[in-house]
């Protein structure tokens, strides 16, 4: 079976003004964690922002106050039938929206899958390394959140910085949306929302199943690795 992954290396992307991707030896009086600098082991601190450097999986936690809401806690499955559907944003004076109407018609039945890998156009390989800060990128329209809970669909993945507009007061209505965050106590918890990720043109739309692996950390975000394989007829 063919698997494709999906996931933005690292360093990549970058969004939301981030410090690049850095990983430095560790030095500790005569000890040097590089093999290239006469050190025995290759042994290295790595500092990045797992909202702002590449592929990442966020839960809930990333909009409550809950301490125990980390994606480690929250996502406790990791395979899932998964639709693969390409849109073109829509211009809305001077920004860029993926619409509710402009997916409506590629959206799955409800309760058909559970998780939705969304590609904007247009996508060419610039998009792995863009260093998105300031830039106003495309986001997603609250409404489109709705819908998708609606369908019974917890998990959503794109190849945006961020599935709301980026800067907006702190009004976050996709994410709000999405996990019922406002409903305390009661917010989808299982539900993720994976962003940053990069779909090559030679994966067509269609049915997948879907593998998310974030690492296993106690933070609401953790850098992911995704694939996608082919469901066969």
């Avoid at 093999?35 to 500092?47: D, L, S, Y």
């Avoid at 329209?141 to 800067?167: F, N, W, Y």
């Amino acid at each position: 079976m063919d698997f494709f992954d999906i996931t933005r290396t690292t360093p990549g992307a970058l969004c939301y003004y981030a410090d690049a991707f850095e990983a430095l030896p560790i030095r500790m009086g005569s000890f040097i964690g590089a093999v290239a600098e006469g050190g025995p082991v290759n042994h290295k601190e790595v500092r990045f922002s797992p909202h702002g450097t590449g592929t990442h999986t966020e839960c809930v936690g990333h909009i409550i106050s809950d301490p125990a809401a980390t994606i480690d806690v929250c996502l406790t499955e990791f395979q899932f039938k998964s639709l693969l559907i390409t849109v073109t944003p829509t211009a809305q004076l001077a920004d860029a929206v993926v619409t509710l109407a402009s997916v409506a018609g590629q959206l799955p039945p409800a309760g058909s899958c559970q998780a939705l890998v969304l590609r904007t156009l247009p996508n060419g390989p610039e998009k792995e390394s863009t260093n998105y800060s300031g830039t106003n990128p495309p986001y997603l329209e609250a409404a489109l959140a709705q819908r998708l809970v609606m369908l019974g669909i917890d998990h959503i993945l794109v190849d945006l910085p961020s599935v709301d507009k980026e800067v907006d007061g702190g009004a976050l209505a996709f994410h709000r949306q999405f996990w019922q965050a406002d409903q305390a106590g009661n917010e989808r918890r299982h539900a993720t929302i994976t962003e940053l990720i990069y779909v090559p043109e030679y994966v067509k739309d269609g049915w997948y199943t879907l593998f998310i692996a974030p690492a296993r950390w106690q933070l609401d975000a953790a850098p992911s690795r995704v694939w996608l394989a082919p469901i066969l007829p």
